[in-house]
C-alpha cells in the first residue's frame, strides 16, 4: 500500500510563507497524480494544487502556492506564500494511482490515498 506522510505544518503569521512536503511510499510515485487539499473544520476537503505531466492550481491559491517535486526523494512539496488566516486547515496530501484529467483533477473522491495531514493555521 501507498503510504503519504505529510510534515511542514505549523503557526504563521498572516502573509507569512510555509513549506509541507509529503514524503511518499512506492517505485510508482512518479506515475502518480499527487495533489495537496484543505480542510478546515466543519467543511469539505478544498484542492490546491496537483502535480501530473503538469502542475494545475486552483484560483484561490494560484500565484502564492507552488507544488513540485523531487522524485529521488519520493517528495512532493507545496511552497506557500502570502498565507492567509482563512487558509487555517489540516493540509492533506493525495494520491491517485492513474492519470486525472484536469476536468475532475480537483474531486476529492478520486484520490486513492491520503495522508493523515499536517495542521497549518495562520494569525491576523
Known amino acids: 500500500q501507498v503510504q503519504l506522510v505529510e510534515s511542514g505544518g505549523g503557526l504563521v503569521q498572516a502573509g507569512g510563507s510555509l513549506r509541507l512536503s509529503c514524503l511518499t511510499s512506492?517505485?510508482?510515485?512518479?506515475?502518480?497524480?499527487m495533489a495537496w487539499f484543505r480542510r478546515a473544520p466543519g467543511k469539505d476537503h478544498e484542492f490546491m494544487s496537483a502535480?501530473?505531466?503538469?502542475?494545475c492550481d486552483a484560483d484561490s491559491v494560484k500565484g502564492r502556492f507552488t507544488i513540485s517535486r523531487v522524485h529521488a526523494k519520493n517528495t512532493v512539496y507545496l511552497q506557500m506564500y502570502s498565507l492567509k488566516p482563512e487558509g487555517t486547515a489540516g493540509y492533506y496530501c493525495?494520491?491517485?494511482?492513474?492519470?486525472?484529467?484536469?476536468?475532475?483533477?480537483?474531486?476529492?473522491?478520486?484520490?486513492?490515498?491520503w495522508g493523515q495531514g499536517t495542521q497549518v493555521t495562520v494569525s491576523s
Open positions: 512506492g517505485r510508482t510515485f512518479s506515475s502518480y497524480t
Open positions: 493525495a494520491a491517485a494511482a492513474k492519470s486525472l484529467r484536469r476536468t475532475s483533477i480537483a474531486a476529492a473522491s478520486l484520490y486513492d490515498y
Open positions: 502535480s501530473s505531466w503538469s502542475t
